[in-house]
């Protein structure tokens, strides 16, 4: 019995880490967003969706491999999300945040729609890029598919981290984000610093996008929505603004989705997310990671 | 500078506002109400865009060539028979806009539709208050015909069996022909019709001495199963039952097979789509059986002279939604013939009579319910295709 007990237990870290570095992977381009912006981009679980569909055409039309395929839909996704700041957001750029985040409502809808128009609602298959190869380890069951997730997220990150950390675009983006003001001063230019943010996260909700395609097989038009909001509350979670704690973030829910599913039961799934997210607001405001920054009077 | 930021505004408010009205289509025509004594204008609330859309298509292409067909013949008292259709996004809040659409702008005298008993459910106030009947062809919830004091609701009827019904044969068919005593079962707790039949099942399947191992539940545009499942793998069912829409059983079943899940897997109608065996995998869906009304396997002469019909209009094997539309036609013009009248009340009235109609899958009688009693099937599926494994009542 006991041994019983660590195998489901091992089983549901497996499956809810590989839940949880998606949920990462979209959250991290919600936190950059916001640290840059202030701004709550919900068109940013869209762009997901965008990204799984340039990956779908990518294999099932171009009938690419999966690298090139992962490649040129983060390249599309990325140049999306620089149109959409250029074209929806940066004419906001002075406009009270309220009508801003109506208008990331409204690009949400746009391309929701759009897609809905052009692809039609069905949902589709997405062809399988690699055969699922099925690990056993023990009596613990591993999925080619989850190795692959969990790698290609962790590769993303790991580059992510480095840009923003080591190069002088990242060093922009973080001069930006601190004080936008001082960074123009300083001669850095903020629209493009700003287009390259929303590039950058765009990017990886592709990734996730394509990630999700081939681990379950079936995309549509509205399958950005949920995931959307549980990467917001994994941002939130681990202190929106902050990159680490995108990642800490997602992964968090990932695991409490998979544990509350496997030991309590799955109706309270969802719950036990958000009051995970209720309490650790109550007691750190801030998130997870979220430095305590005073209000400057 | 400027005028580039104001032509950019506008052009995206003008791409948002195309995008959002791109999806109310459905000729809000008005002519047509006004010739209302030439033709007759019948209703069609169905699923065509959203994640249904499958169903709510299917079901209006079977409608559509039962009207053809009486068209053909001579319309209804030579009234030709002409159709509107509105679009509830698969969503029960557009369904009532939908239904409130068809009554008010097209002055229709009888509604077909929705395909799901949740769209079906927000429809039926719009309808009972203007007094006009409505056909659900595929709405299996035993409560859309019953009002909240049991009585018979008069003016909605269905065209198909009714969820107990389902859950009660699929429990019976996993004690006595699969044998099987271990059953865990898989819901979707934001759906009644799932909720329905996995209480039913649950019933009938503990009356026949066997065990519901865990009932887990999930809520529908759910993507990933794995963490229900592996709980239920830990509690060794001999099968898993999993009433549902193909969507989200098309990913269980991929993900029940990947854990290493090989016990049969057990369903409802939900589960007919080519999309299901798309999605999951031929090789998956082996041992897969699910409840339906119908399949174009089916070698009954009534059957096949419907498959021929439908494939020669439309080209492609009709599915069970599209046989129900279709009967829901027939059982339709039947009564405006025996009523000789579009009034609402009598039309109902009518329907409710209904007795020994030929339509495309046999013989139908209305029951005091509303339900008609009709024929179910045990389809199993083998290498993705749907075979009938069995044949019950009718």
Known sequence: MESGFLQQLVQQLINGISLGSIYALIALGYTMIYGILKLINFAHGDIYMLGAYIGFVCTSILKLSFLPALVVSMIGAALAGMVIERVAYRPMRNAPRIAILITAIGVSFFLENVMILFASPQPRTFPAVFTATVYHVGSWVVNSQQIVILVSALVLMVALTYIVNQTKAGKAMRAVSFDADAARLMGIDIDSTISMTFALGSALAAAGGVLVGIYYNSIDPLMGMVPGIKAFVAAVLGGIGIIPGAMLGGIILGVVEALVSGFISSTFRDAAAFAILIIILLFKPQGLMGKNIREKV | ?394
């Open chain 2, 1 to 394: 500078m400027k005028f580039w930021k104001k032509a950019s505004s506008i052009a995206l408010a003008a791409a948002v506002i195309a995008s959002l009205t791109a999806g109310c289509g459905g000729g809000g025509d008005k002519k047509a109400a006004d010739a209302g004594k030439k033709e007759i204008v019948v209703g069609v609330n169905a699923e065509l865009t959203g994640n249904v859309a499958n169903y709510g298509k299917s079901m209006l292409s079977g409608f559509e060539l039962a009207v053809e067909e009486a068209n053909k013949a001579g319309g209804i008292d030579g009234k030709q028979i002409k159709v509107v259709t509105a679009d509830n996004k698969s969503e029960p809040s557009e369904s009532g806009n939908a239904a409130t659409k068809l009554v008010t702008q097209n002055k229709v005298v009888a509604v077909i539709g929705p395909a799901t008993s949740g769209c079906v459910a927000a429809e039926e106030p719009v309808l009972t208050s203007s007094k006009i009947p409505l056909i659900a062809p595929c709405a299996t919830a035993p409560g859309i015909t019953l009002q909240k004091d049991g009585k018979t609701k008069p003016f909605v009827f269905r065209a198909c069996f009714i969820d107990p019904y389902q859950g009660d044969i699929m429990a019976q068919f996993a004690a006595k022909d699969l044998k099987v005593k271990k059953v865990a079962i898989l819901h979707d707790s934001s759906s009644d019709y799932s909720k329905g039949l996995a209480e039913v099942f649950t019933k009938v399947f503990t009356a026949t001495g066997g065990q519901v191992t865990t009932d887990e539940a999930f809520l529908s545009k759910d993507v990933d199963f794995k963490a229900s499942l592996t709980k239920i793998k830990g509690t060794n069912p001999e099968a898993i039952y999993v009433p549902g829409y193909y969507e989200e059983v098309s990913k269980i079943i991929k993900q029940a097979r990947e854990i290493g899940l090989t016990c049969p897997m057990l369903g409802s109608d939900g589960w007919d789509s080519p999309k299901l065996v798309e999605v999951a995998g031929k090789e998956a869906c082996n041992k897969g059986y699910f409840t339906n009304a119908y399949t174009a396997e089916d070698k009954d002469p009534a059957v096949q002279k419907y498959v021929k019909a439908y494939q020669a209009k439309f080209n492609k094997v009709p599915d069970v939604f599209s046989m129900q539309g279709y009967n829901a036609g027939l059982i339709l013009f039947n009564a405006i013939k025996t009523a000789k009248t579009t009034d609402g009340t009598k039309l109902a009235e009518a329907i409710a009579k209904t007795k020994d109609l030929q339509v495309a899958n046999g013989k139908l009688t209305y029951d005091e319910k509303h339900n008609p009693i009709t024929t179910a099937l045990i389809i199993e599926l083998k290498d993705g295709k749907m075979t009938l494994n069995k044949k019950i009542g009718g």
